[in-house]
């Protein structure tokens, strides 16, 4: 199925360094949403984005929705241990359906 | 309020058989979705209900994956004839139409084939 492009990978970084990830697509998206997933549970919803440009905070991530509504961006600033697990991102195609579209995930690692 | 729930948590069967794997989305969501996501990898789209609008079935992998969702509410994802590539955990979400469509996901169910 489609998926939206989403990097890095993977990413090994120190406590309190900042971390950066995004999603990149062809098609045009009108919602993007942000996810963390740990081991074994579901994915729990970061942050959500509706308009193009648009930065929204949620304590130490900000993500802001792309001025082209192709891609977004994470970012989490002074990482902590607890900020492990693999993000998401989702995509909310204008075709008008409900059905979002979601990245390959960042998997994070934060070095104590 | 509860979340989404799902049940069983973990499901072990032997290829061939059938199974059946459940998600209560939250109350008075209209929209409920089933996700595959095998190991490692991102999130698969199988099947979305909105509504009584008839549901998109376009990411189902084969026939032998069905889908219902009764009364607007609990949803029922079958696998019949499982297969080792079955092998997977299956998540469900669910979105309000109020607002912002944000979708809230379960726990998931992780289903081994042997």
């Known amino acids: 199925g489609q998926q939206l492009n989403q990097s890095p990978q993977s990413m090994f970084i120190q406590e309190g360094e900042d971390v950066s990830m995004n999603c990149t697509s062809s098609?045009?998206?009108?919602?993007w949403l942000w996810y963390k997933q740990e081991p074994g549970e579901g994915p729990v919803l970061l942050i959500a984005?509706?308009?193009?440009?648009e930065l929204t905070s949620n304590g130490r991530l900000t993500a802001q929705f792309g001025i082209t509504r192709k891609d977004s961006f994470l970012n989490i600033s002074a990482s902590i241990p607890s900020d492990v697990g693999i993000y998401f991102c989702?995509?909310?195609?204008?075709?008008?359906?409900?059905?979002?579209?979601f990245g390959t995930g960042t998997r994070l690692k934060v070095l104590a | 309020g509860a979340g989404v729930s799902q049940s069983p948590s973990n499901k072990v069967t032997e290829k061939g058989k059938d199974v059946e794997l459940r998600c209560d989305p939250i109350?008075?969501?209209?929209?409920l979705y089933w996700y595959r996501q095998s190991l490692g990898q991102g999130l698969e789209f199988l099947i979305y209900?909105?509504?009584?609008?008839?549901?998109?079935k376009s990411g189902l992998p084969s026939d032998r994956f069905s889908a219902e969702r009764t009364g607007g509410s609990v949803s029922t994802l079958t696998i019949q004839r499982t297969q080792q590539e079955d092998s997977a955990v299956y998540l469900c979400?669910?979105?309000?139409?109020?607002?912002?469509?944000?979708?809230?996901f379960g726990p998931g169910t992780r289903l081994t084939v042997t």
């Open positions: 209900f909105q509504g009584n609008s008839a549901p998109d």
């Open positions: 979400a669910s979105s309000s139409r109020d607002g912002a469509y944000e979708q809230y």
């Open positions: 984005l509706y308009k193009a440009g």
């Open positions: 989702a995509g909310q195609l204008t075709s008008g359906t409900y059905k979002y579209i």
């Open positions: 109350s008075g969501h209209t929209a």
């Open positions: 098609s045009i998206f009108n919602t």
